[in-house]
């Protein structure tokens, strides 16, 4: 089992939508999730981070964690062609000397 | 201005070769990574360092060294390069105890 999952999709979404983003995580002592942005042939950009159960908002992004079924999402609002990248989950783990652990990626494919 | 930087940007080289990937930031950030990543493919971490003079393995077996004598130079070098090291590779710098690590434009290695 990978520490970290995401299905690699392509997610297909229309303009203007509402594209959801799935990751789940082995390690319960897990502390920190992220959600990095990366472009094709680019280096992943940081979206958003949480570390407490709930929903955490920023724009046209939400992050939701639920420690106690270990998954993280991530919810894209009124997507754009633009928000057409791979979606990169990570979590951060104190037993892993608090280094980061990626998932494989979501690609999401933004359809005008 | 803050940033990361990484030299060369793409290198085509021979095998047998010795090669030397250069990142570098004006961050002011004492922790730096050097991850490994295939085309469509999760990121892998093999090298970081905590400061000036402490190096660690990631949790990616690599062929490849990395020495830390400035805070903003981590620069990872390739003693003989082969084709199962073509690879993007991706240098990212973060705090101490900050969240957020911030990736530099990345090396695209190719070695034929």
């Known amino acids: 089992q990978k520490e970290v999952e995401q299905n690699s999709g392509p997610l297909s979404v229309p303009e203007g939508a509402i594209a959801s983003l799935n990751c789940t995580y082995s390690d319960r002592g897990s502390q920190s999730f992220f959600w990095y942005r990366q472009y094709s042939g680019k280096s992943p950009e940081l979206i958003m981070f949480?570390?407490?159960?709930g929903d955490k908002e920023d724009g046209r992004f939400t992050a939701q964690l639920n420690k106690a079924s270990q998954y993280v999402s991530l919810l894209i609002r009124d997507s754009q062609p633009s928000d057409s990248a791979t979606y990169l989950c990570?979590?951060?783990?104190?037993?892993?000397?608090?280094?980061?652990?990626f998932g494989g990626g979501t690609r999401v494919l933004v359809k005008p | 201005e803050a940033d990361i930087y990484q030299t060369p940007r793409y290198l085509v080289i021979g095998t047998g070769k010795k090669i030397t990937l250069e990142c570098s930031q004006t961050?002011?950030?004492?922790?730096m990574y050097w991850y490994q990543q295939d085309p469509g493919m999760e990121l892998h971490l093999i090298h970081y360092?905590?400061?000036?003079?402490?190096?660690e393995k990631g949790d990616l077996s690599s062929e490849s060294t990395v020495s830390r004598i400035r805070t903003e130079h981590f620069p990872l070098t390739l003693e003989s390069a082969r084709p199962s090291h073509t690879s993007q590779y991706l240098c990212a710098s973060s705090t101490l105890t900050g969240y957020e690590q911030f990736f530099g434009p990345g090396t695209r290695l190719t070695v034929l």
């Open positions: 990570a979590v951060k783990t104190r037993a892993a000397g608090n280094k980061l652990t």
């Open positions: 949480i570390y407490s159960n």
């Open positions: 961050m002011g950030h004492d922790k």
């Open positions: 360092s905590y400061g000036v003079n402490s190096t």
